[in-house]
């Protein structure tokens, strides 16, 4: 895997049957990715005759030599790990393989979000000095965006997987949304070092002991995510996938709320018409559109993972991403921070 | 304490020094909830000659043998527990101990949340039966209300305390609220049993021993609180208060945005100026007011908390909602459900 990552080109592999819409979204997003960088190379993996009847259809060209064959798909409801056991020839695994293999740089996938995590973890490997890999999501706040890791890749974790999301996500954040030095809080219950649970005060000491080297700004609390109070927040697997899920669900109730108000009368729904527009565009920021996917960081290539309903936009900007991630060597460099902060 | 539970006067004690409007807004809670149902008693608790220039400020009465000189108060930075050995003489500790002495039924306070809880819990004591007391609250849901329990009375629980939340959380909200055998759902990271922390894995299988019994729905997942997918949801302390917080502050984001794209036209001042009754109506089910205080469940006195910047208006509420729950002996119900439970 790693004698490519100074090559100039950058091979992307990609889960062609991921996705809720595989393989025509993926196929759309691919083309649409090559049409903005003719300079990445993207490795189409999945149903042969499927994804060459959707080129055909939408009367698209693709080198053929770049279609890898896969029989299998892991569905929405298989059980990650499993799933990677009994489906070897799954567009997934063989994905994943041909990133292990060094045929590929990154790995993108709007699959089973749990199976793909896994096949990161388990066939890709972990980089040095990461016990548990990590999700990011970026999150809507009132001074931009607040970056939530880990958002569900490690329900249950230890003090010191904690002080490894802070330093992992450290770099995304810097290297990918050019924040600079970006500030990281601790989610809790309560602003005082004494408040939490025990994990998060534990960590806490961790955290305060490269305070000044990775910005450590102390605990914050759940209205700090969208207060944007920190430019990351660091948290357990368990707590943050219930916020992700928690913040997704606030536009559906507000759609629902001004819906029943405009159903209570006719002057109600005029008012409500009108500020349809507006409130779209107020909302759009909650919209995963625009992100594409969330990275898993801490495994031994760069691995994008996306929403089953993920657009082709979605999933072009996937690809994009990946491909910056590659470009940068993230992983070189997140591999670097984690052995020195083992160091000090 | 119990003595009384039959008495056809409620006696609420109210720390009048607990908010921070304190003692105007408390005072005038404590009138408007006696003007409202004469048939309650109330104690007010705090600076005696605070209290008095208070009503005699706003030409109120009230009986000056019901005032309760207490003169110290436990402010919002005070750390809870040590703040009842150090301040005994604080309205809150003097409040709690009238309660416990059996001089009144219920406990109400918008005073530092840890010291109520603390309070109410070392002061008053556990009912039979339970390892943690909770705290629950009410989130607008797309089908009504939804009740989160625990927000935040344990950080640290077991799967045995998930357990007692339940029976609990079920005994309030079928009486409080009439919501006949309301259903229950366990907060985890997926609707399958097999998804979860090593809490709530454990903790799945103590509610599902007793499924049918406490109409428990299994798995729910962080959208369906407001998705309303059950009436109540059960989770650690940790992972509620962080819920809590989180979804308090969609407002203020909400309002952000709406100013930012307000600002940034003419035109959109305009079309923020036309939505801004609608949304405000839409957007009142997201206060706290209407509600009040929310109540620690599992001690054994009728103990309700309220936010530091409570009206008047949620002080009466408090009031009115502790009198409703001694009125219907919830706490009897409680402990005869926790033993019923425990011999099965």
Redesign the interface.
């Known amino acids: 895997m790693k004698k490519s990552a100074n090559n100039s080109t950058c091979r992307i592999v990609l889960d062609a049957m991921g996705g809720d819409f595989a393989p025509r979204n993926e196929v759309l997003g691919a083309i649409a990715a090559l049409s903005e960088d003719s300079s990445i190379e993207i490795l189409l993996v999945g149903k042969k005759d499927l994804i060459i009847s959707t080129l055909n259809e939408h009367n698209l060209s693709f080198p053929e030599q770049n279609i890898y064959d896969a029989e299998d798909v892991i569905t929405m409801s298989d059980?990650p790990t499993a799933a990677l056991r009994t489906k070897p020839n799954s567009s997934l695994v063989v994905s994943a393989n041909l990133v292990r293999s060094g045929k590929g740089d990154a790995l993108v996938s709007a699959g089973n979000t749990g199976a793909v995590m896994a096949a990161s973890t388990l066939l890709l490997g972990r980089l040095k000095g990461v016990g548990r890999p990590t999700i990011g999501v970026p999150m809507?706040?009132?001074t931009g965006t607040c970056f939530l890791f880990d958002a569900?890749a490690s329900?249950?974790c230890k003090p010191s997987h904690l002080l490894e999301y802070a330093i992992m996500s450290k770099i995304y954040v810097q290297e990918i949304y050019n924040v600079k030095n970006p500030s990281i809080g601790l989610?809790?219950?309560g602003e005082e070092k004494?408040k939490?649970?025990?994990l998060?005060l534990k960590a806490y000491e961790l955290l305060d002991n490269v305070r000044d080297e990775i910005n450590f700004k102390g605990n914050v609390?759940?209205?700090?995510?969208?207060?944007g109070k920190t430019n990351i927040v660091i948290?357990?697997?368990?707590?943050g996938?219930?916020?992700?899920?928690?913040?997704?669900?606030?536009v559906?109730?507000?759609k629902?709320?001004?819906k029943s108000?405009a159903l209570k009368s006719f002057f109600?729904k005029i008012?409500?018409l009108?500020?349809r527009?507006?409130?779209k565009?107020?909302?759009s920021?909650f919209s995963s559109e625009k992100q594409g996917g969330v990275p898993l960081l801490g495994v031994k290539a760069v691995s994008i993972i996306g929403h089953g309903s993920g657009s082709p936009t979605a999933i072009k900007n996937m690809i994009l991403k990946a491909k910056e991630m590659h470009e940068k060597q993230l992983l070189h460099k997140i591999e670097k921070a984690l052995s020195d902060y083992a160091n000090k």
């Open positions: 059980s809507p706040s009132e569900g329900v249950d989610l809790s219950v004494s939490g649970n025990d998060t609390e759940g209205k700090d995510i969208l207060g948290c357990d697997g368990f707590t996938n219930v916020i992700l899920k928690f913040a997704e669900s606030v559906g109730i507000l629902q709320r001004i108000f109600n008012k409500v009108f500020m527009g507006t409130l565009k107020v909302l920021d």
